[in-house]
């Protein structure tokens, strides 16, 4: 018998109950707080509103010492060159290095990835503390570099990934309103209205203590936006002008577009094996090196730069582009007084014209090429500053067609080259991400919406033709890297309603059945790699009664035939058996010994009682495997998603991507007659949509015919067996 404890022990073990109970308490009461929407919405905001102005201020003081290096080596242009250089090599190629080893998956904006999670896709390693630590860092280093590289990046580690998008957009801008917008456009085929004020509040209170920060730094004097612009607020512009605004919205449009192919084409020539991609994935620095090499070059200000603005980091580049200066009417040798930064675009012997068009058609390259480097990156900024440099030279040369102004109701009012560039970078974002926020980010990005009506017609007018070219860029980046995402189905297809899920189904399905042995389950197991497996109740009937998990049925399996449950049977037997343990106790350490030790002591003592004592637990395998699984003791979905054979293409896109299905289960009178999937629904559509541009094309030259269109339900039937 033990010894009982004494009344100092007692006293000791009631103080560590009680204090282990306090504790559970605690966390029970923080979990709950954590828990509620306010606390963590405002813990989102907060945070991410920290990163980002910590990430504004760390790669502002780069830039900072990267223009005191070049300034402090004027009179020496071989150094002062390989210092333009180098720098930002060195940033880039420790961006690209860092993702690599840490977080690969933090390359990019991922923008695009986010889309395929809300989607219901699983990928593997996005939403991870050491892919956002990654992001961070990788994105600071790029920032820092001044190569032609954007901000944004979304920020979600829950169910509500939207508002962790809307947080991430917004406060790199400052922008609350338009980056809510922004976020569910570029993310969501549907929106979850109950998510609206969770984007909004938290959004806003980010942006607020961004802002905030930036005022505490001196940065700025109070509370205001990010590039604050000064029009005339009584008469901005003359509807005269309007024919102006629209040239901006479709030249827009075909820009985007054209940004978007070219990204795309440098990504697929990177992505096909030759022996050079081949040597620079091996060597993964080289690509992102003699890109930012190549661009430095490019932009160094004694050299080529001059003629392009290429000392002016991108926020100079916004701030100077909005200005209330027309500079056709500026000289560069008598500058007047406030100019400021905007001197960098006038030059004594190069009009205004060729700087603006040499700027924005190498900086057009430049920002194609940057974006695809193996870095965290986002395009948002780049093409912002494209838009605002093509509308500065639309702006310019209206104000030299029209040099004394417009006259309305006989008041002379003159143009604004800088309302025109706003007008332009709206446009251009607009198009290349095939949004409309684009508008409502640049009213609070400039503080004004003086041009709200130029602005969205200019900018519907380059959704208009953007969309009818090219996917946006996200999309794109969603097709090249051939992510499980569900393409737009086009408004007036009709082809989505003569094609239907008896079409494109699998019907080979793979099932359990009430009467199935664990023999049969470990063979599905081991031959499929279904996450979840319908139950029907007989291979007669085959009427659907469920599904159930992968994992669930992996977990029965692995302890139906595991030594715990033969002890456990064993144990209610007939003693002495000598076999009915894999496990025995040491007398002597009282310690479990693992199974190859007893192996090992058998084998030792009698090989053929080892023998014999192998060839029991085979045969006891054998008898288990063949009896019925318990179905009783398997957690099964009662009621998983299901479709009738006639369901048309088009409501199964519908149903598809509104609740996010990864697959749906086809049924007729309850009877299951088939599986379709996310990849034969993406791949019908894909087909749907060739075939239908093939005959589109094919019957334009036929002038005399009234063309029907066929039923393309056969021309699209491929081979069924597969897994989803």
Request: aromatic fraction near 12%; include cysteine.
């Amino acid at each position: 018998m033990g010894r009982r404890p004494t009344g100092s022990l007692l006293v000791v073990k009631k103080s560590c109950n009680a204090f282990w109970a306090m504790k559970s308490t605690l966390y029970r009461k923080l979990q709950g707080v954590l828990g509620n929407d306010w606390i963590f919405l405002v813990l989102l905001g907060l945070t991410m509103a920290l990163v980002s102005w910590s990430m504004d201020y760390t790669s502002a003081k780069s830039l900072q010492a990267y223009k005191w290096m070049h300034g402090e080596l004027r009179g020496n242009v071989l150094i002062q060159y390989l210092a333009w250089v180098v720098y930002p090599m060195v940033l880039v190629m420790f961006a690209s290095l860092f993702c690599n080893i840490v977080a690969p998956q933090a390359i990019g904006s991922g923008i695009p990835e986010l889309k395929t999670i809300l989607r219901g896709v699983v990928l593997k390693e996005y939403l991870t503390l050491k892919a956002f630590v990654a992001k961070v860092i990788g994105l600071t280093a790029g920032l820092g570099s001044g190569m032609p590289v954007g901000k944004e990046n979304p920020c979600g580690y829950t169910d509500i990934l939207t508002v962790g998008c809307a947080v991430g957009v917004g406060c790199c801008f400052g922008t609350p309103l338009g980056g809510v917008l922004f976020s569910i456009e570029v993310t969501s085929t549907y929106f979850a209205v109950r998510n609206y004020w969770r984007g909004y509040f938290a959004a806003t209170f980010s942006a607020f203590i961004f802002r905030v920060l930036s005022v505490w730094n001196k940065d700025a004097v109070t509370i205001t936006a990010l590039f604050r612009t000064n029009f005339r607020m009584d008469f901005p512009f003359d509807l005269q002008e309007l024919p102006a605004f629209a040239i901006i919205g479709i030249s827009c449009g075909f820009l985007g577009a054209f940004f978007v192919y070219l990204n795309r084409q440098v990504v697929l020539v990177m992505r096909r094996q030759t022996a050079l991609t081949r040597f620079l994935t091996k060597h993964r620095l080289i690509y992102p090196g003699a890109v930012t090499f190549v661009i430095a070059t490019l932009t160094f200000p004694p050299g080529f730069g001059q003629f392009m603005a290429g000392e002016l980091m991108p926020r100079e580049c916004i701030n100077s582009l909005f200005d209330n200066f027309t500079w056709t009417k500026l000289s560069a040798t008598a500058l007047p007084p406030g100019l400021g930064r905007s001197s960098a675009w006038l030059h004594p012997d190069v009009s205004v014209f060729l700087i603006l068009l040499l700027f924005f058609v190498m900086k057009f390259w430049m920002s194609a090429v940057s974006t695809t480097m193996p870095i965290p990156s986002g395009a948002f900024m780049p093409v912002f500053i494209l838009g605002a440099a093509f509308g500065r030279l639309v702006g310019e040369i209206m104000a030299t067609l029209f040099p004394n102004g417009i006259l309305f109701d006989g008041i002379v009012y003159r143009i604004l080259p800088g309302g025109y560039a706003v007008i332009g970078a709206a446009a251009l974002t607009g198009a290349v991400t095939h949004t409309v926020s684009t508008a409502v980010i640049c009213f609070e990005l400039t503080g004004q919406i003086s041009h709200i009506l130029p602005m969205m017609v200019a900018v519907i007018l380059a959704n208009m033709v953007a969309q009818g070219l090219q996917p946006s860029l996200y999309d794109s980046i969603i097709q090249v890297k051939k992510l499980p995402y569900l393409p737009e189905l086009s408004l007036g297809h009709i082809s989505k309603y003569n094609i239907f899920v008896e079409d494109m189904m699998v019907r080979k399905v793979n099932f359990l059945s009430s009467q199935s042995t664990y023999r049969e389950l470990g063979y599905l197991l081991d031959s499929t790699s279904l996450k979840t497996i319908p139950l029907v109740d007989s291979k007669e009937s085959m009427i659907l009664l469920g599904s159930i998990e992968r994992t669930e049925l992996q977990a029965i399996s692995d302890w139906w035939l595991s030594a715990e449950r033969r002890v456990f049977e064993r144990g209610q037997g007939t003693p002495g058996q000598g076999w009915e343990s894999f496990t025995f106790v040491d007398e002597e350490g009282g310690e479990n010994q693992t199974s190859s030790m007893i192996i090992l002591s058998l084998y030792c003592q009698s090989p053929s009682l080892l023998s014999h004592w192998l060839m029991q637990i085979k045969a006891w395998e054998e008898e288990e495997l063949d009896k019925p699984i318990s179905m009783e003791e398997i957690r099964i979905d009662p009621s998983p998603f299901q479709l009738v054979e006639r369901t048309s293409l088009h409501k199964t896109h519908t149903l598809f991507s509104l609740l996010g299905l990864s697959h749906a289960y086809v049924t007729s009178i309850g009877k299951l007659v088939g599986v379709v999937a996310l990849k034969e629904v993406r791949s019908h559509i894909t087909q749907a949509l060739s075939l239908y541009a093939d005959k589109f094309r094919n019957a334009i030259p036929t002038a005399n015919s009234v063309p029907t269109h066929p039923c393309i339900t056969d021309q699209i039937m491929k081979d069924k067996h597969g897994h989803f």
